[in-house]
């Protein structure tokens, strides 16, 4: 388990961004087959494929497709959810800049089955390699008339642009996304009414992750049953994890989901760097909560054994470290990104997270005390589920998981600080 490669396959070719490789390996077949199908039929496939979307939530593509409401007389439109922001999560990178054809191809075969003819791809602000290696893609696609009117001669119209972000984790979330695009501040917006319903401009709209879009050329190609037969039952297909941190190989790799952890991290990561003690991972992107090295025997990379373990697959950035990590000093610094990327919209994320970074950083600098444990959960429980967004939940996990698994480093930065005080105290 664990070598099967459908997003990976050709991404270390030198040549996989030019259209003329791409075809040559059998690029853009998928969509020829998608067009003569209907828009029932694709997202049948979909379903059937057990394709779940791998921006974060996991939800199944084809199921989220089936939202969109027909006949409603208002565009539809798609959304590639190219603003990969969270930290630890490095993986969409890869595919925009090493194979675009694919990431359009996917976008394509997506449209057609949405009836969309406007798609666009939101790409983050400093990934300036991977937006001009897309925009040179889709002038290639154009030329060939595989974009624009009929395209591939079909009766299907589809336009395809290019929106640069400007550097905000919350540009991510979908509706925050929707908000930027529209030329206004990215920040999200309360749901219901979700995108598929009313989205870009009032009207139907998908936003889908990168990867999970370009996943589509081979669900289309191979068929949906031989997509379901990769992974566990409920975990159907490949999944890319970027992997950093302490480890000898960082790097973005494709593993089949179901593959075990501790397998993942020795085999194709190289192991732990300098052969130090594995101390903690943090599986799938920041926003998860962390896991102890003690907890990781049995655990297989796939959504329901994460959950099970009480974290979570989201992206999967998995984040190792070592046992020379000072575990109160990692959270401070998540916690510094996140003070700085809060959209500011709501009262308990904006002033929330400040405090919960400061009274984290006077733990981590030997000023805190153990009031400040229990104000760092009171703060925590405030913000939890009293945001417009996802965001706030996003960065009380890593406060609290950090806190209940490494427990025992802030109390002994705690205690050192009240000695300290009472030594200086006594003159
Ligand atoms: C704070 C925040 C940041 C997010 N950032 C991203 C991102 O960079 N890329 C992404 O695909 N999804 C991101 N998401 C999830 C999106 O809101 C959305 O669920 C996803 O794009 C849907 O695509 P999928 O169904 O293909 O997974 C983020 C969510 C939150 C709450
Ligand atoms: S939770 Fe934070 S990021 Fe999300 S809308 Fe509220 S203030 Fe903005």
Known sequence: MGHIKILTEHLDR???????????????????????????????????????????AGFPTGIKWGFVPKNTGKPVYLLNNADESEPGTFKDRALLER??????????????ALSCHWACIYIRGEYAYPAERVSKAIKQAYA???????????????????????????????????????????????????PAVVGAYGCPTVVNNTETLATLPWIIANGASSYAKIGTDKSAGTKLF?????????????????????????????????????????????SVPVLRADELDGVMLDYESLVKAGTMLGS?????????????EAVMNLLHFYTHESCGQCTPCREGVRWVYKTIGRINHCNGTFGDIRLLKDLCKNISGHTICPFGD????????????FRSEFEAKIEAATSMHVGSSHG
């Open 14 to 56: 030198e040549d996989q961004h030019d259209i003329d490789a791409y075809e040559s390996r059998a690029g853009y077949a998928a969509v020829r087959k998608a067009l003569a199908m209907s828009s029932e039929e694709i997202i049948a496939e979909v379903k059937a494929s057990g394709l779940r979307g791998r921006g974060g």
């Open 99 to 112: 194979n675009p054809h694919m990431c359009i191809e996917g976008m394509m075969i997506a449209a057609k």
């Open 144 to 194: 060939k008339g595989y974009l624009g009117k009929k395209i591939f001669g079909s009766d299907f119209d589809l336009d395809i642009v290019v929106h640069r972000g400007a550097g905000a984790y919350i540009c991510g979330e979908e509706t925050g996304l929707i908000e930027s695009l529209e030329g206004k501040k990215g920040q999200p917006r309360l749901k219901p009414p979700f």
């Open 242 to 286: 970027s992997a950093s941190g302490h480890i000898n190989k960082p790097g973005v790799y494709e593993i089949e989901l179901g593959y075990p952890l501790l397998e993942f991290i020795e085999k194709e990561c190289g192991g732990v760097r300098n052969g130090r003690k594995l101390k903690a991972v943090i599986p799938g992107g920041s």
């Open 316 to 328: 999967g950035g998995l984040i190792v470290m070592d046992d020379s990590t000072d575990m109160v």
């Open 394 to 405: 996003a960065l009380v996990t890593p406060a609290l998981s950090f806190l209940n698994k």
